[in-house]
């Protein structure tokens, strides 16, 4: 089975995309803590490319960048 945090939607996106967009520091901190996100899944990209890394810097959050 796959893991939720894996999943997506119609976009592309998943969970991790979803809070790194709205810059929920929170979530993220808690998908790694928990280890849903690992090396081999948190450069998932979207539809259009985009890691949860571009969303970071797209908002430049460095504190988001810095966790990720």
Excluded at 9 to 38: C, S, W
Excluded at 45 to 53: H, I, Y
Aim: aromatic share 8%; charged share 20%.
């Amino acid at each position: 089975t796959v893991p939720l945090i894996q999943l997506s939607g119609p976009n592309g996106f998943t969970p991790l995309h979803l809070a790194a967009q709205k810059q929920d520091f929170e979530a993220i901190q808690l998908f790694l803590v928990t280890r849903y996100v690992n090396e081999s899944n948190i450069n998932i990209p979207e539809n259009k490319g985009r890691t949860a890394l571009h969303f970071a810097v797209q908002n430049d959050d460095e504190k988001l960048f810095n966790l990720l």
